[in-house]
Structures are given as structure tokens and as C-alpha cells.
């Protein structure tokens, strides 16, 4: 598990950094194009959305990792410290399960004996449907050489950009996963662990004194 999971901290860190990256060159080169020289490309808006939906899901992922998501906990730190941690470790599988259900809610179908009509529906599902389908983005387009070298459409496939929904959600999985492990061998009090309000007021103790 440890190998594995320097190996997600790696990834999520390098890819979190570089869609940050492009998101800054992108935007400020539209700014000075548009301003400085009348002009621009086209598909900017559309890929800074793309950049800006995965940044937020390989994020919810790494949040978990450096304890980034609030939590309103108030209420299960007044029970005793086997049941806050019955509670913690309830929350972890709550989250496992809540990505295996977006990821492919066939298998969930199955347990409570639905009928399968054709569709397992879930992130897998949809990014595979729009991999069937010749359906391009609708201003994101392939540069010339692209087009010329590898003989693809002239727009880009919907199917790329969207890869990202099982992606984070298998992330999620693996983090809450982890979470839970650290949870169950005393590692980690709770799955949440950022209290912005409490670090707030202890950053600032002695300005409210003044």
C-alpha cells in the first residue's frame, strides 16, 4: 500500500501542478491576445472548463489525502472515543461506497435484484457511451498536424476530456480506502480533518484579545 500510494501522491501532485499551470498560461495568454492584439483562440473558455473540472477531481481525492475537506463534526466528538471512531471509519466506507455507486451502479443493482435494462449507467458507463459515438466537443478542435498525421476528426472527442469522471472517482475510492486503513489502526483520528473556523481563531487569538 505505501509504494502504491506514493506513487497516486506523485501523480496527483504532478498533474494537480500542471493543470494549474495551464490554467494560468491559458487565461493570461487570452487576456494579452484579446487586449494586446485582438485576438485569440477559440476553444480557450472550453479547455480552461476542462482544466478547471479536472483539477476538481483529481482534487476531492487529494483532499482527503492532506485532510482539505471540511466537516461539521460537532456532534459525533461529544460520543465516546470507540463510537467517534465507529463513526469515523462509517463515513470512510460511506465514501468508498458513494464512488463505487458514481463509478458503476450495476453491481448495486444486482444485490437488491433490479433488472438490468441495457444500461449500467454510472461514470464508466457514460465515458464509454461517448467513446461509441463519434460526438466531438464543441469548440475544442484537434491542431492541423494532429489532424493530418493521425487522420482523427477535427474536433476533439468528448470522450477524452470526460475519462476524468472514473478516474477521480477511482481516486476517491482508493483515498477513502486508505483513509479507512489509517482510521482502523489509530492513525488518522477521522476522515476530515480541516477546521478552517477553529484554525482561523487560533490564528488570530491575539487580535480579538486586542
Do not use: C
Request: net charge neutral; charged share 20%.
Amino acid at each position: 500500500m505505501s509504494r502504491i500510494g506514493r506513487f497516486v501522491d506523485s501523480l496527483e501532485e504532478t498533474i494537480i501542478a500542471l493543470l494549474l499551470a495551464l490554467m494560468t498560461i491559458v487565461t493570461f495568454s487570452q487576456v494579452v491576445a484579446r487586449y494586446g492584439f485582438n485576438a485569440g483562440w477559440g476553444g480557450a473558455l472550453e479547455f480552461t472548463r476542462v482544466l478547471f473540472a479536472w483539477l476538481i477531481l483529481f482534487g476531492m481525492s487529494y483532499g482527503i489525502k492532506i485532510g482539505a475537506h471540511l466537516g461539521v463534526d460537532a456532534v459525533i466528538r461529544l460520543l465516546p472515543k470507540p463510537l467517534f471512531r465507529a463513526a469515523a471509519l462509517l463515513g470512510a466506507a460511506l465514501t468508498v461506497l458513494y464512488a463505487a455507486l458514481l463509478f458503476d451502479a450495476a453491481w448495486f443493482g444486482g444485490l437488491l435484484g433490479l433488472e438490468n435494462k441495457g444500461s449500467t449507467g454510472g461514470a464508466y458507463a457514460y465515458v464509454e457511451r461517448f467513446y461509441r459515438l463519434p460526438i466531438g466537443m464543441e469548440d475544442l478542435k484537434w491542431p492541423g498536424f494532429i489532424q493530418e498525421w493521425f487522420g482523427v476528426r477535427e474536433r476533439v472527442p468528448r470522450w477524452i476530456p470526460y475519462i476524468i469522471l472514473p478516474i477521480g472517482l477511482l481516486l476517491l475510492a482508493f483515498r477513502a480506502v486508505q483513509a479507512f486503513v489509517l482510521i482502523a489502526t489509530g492513525k488518522k483520528e477521522a476522515i476530515i480533518a480541516a477546521h478552517e473556523a477553529e484554525e482561523l481563531v487560533a490564528e488570530n487569538k491575539d487580535v480579538l484579545k486586542d
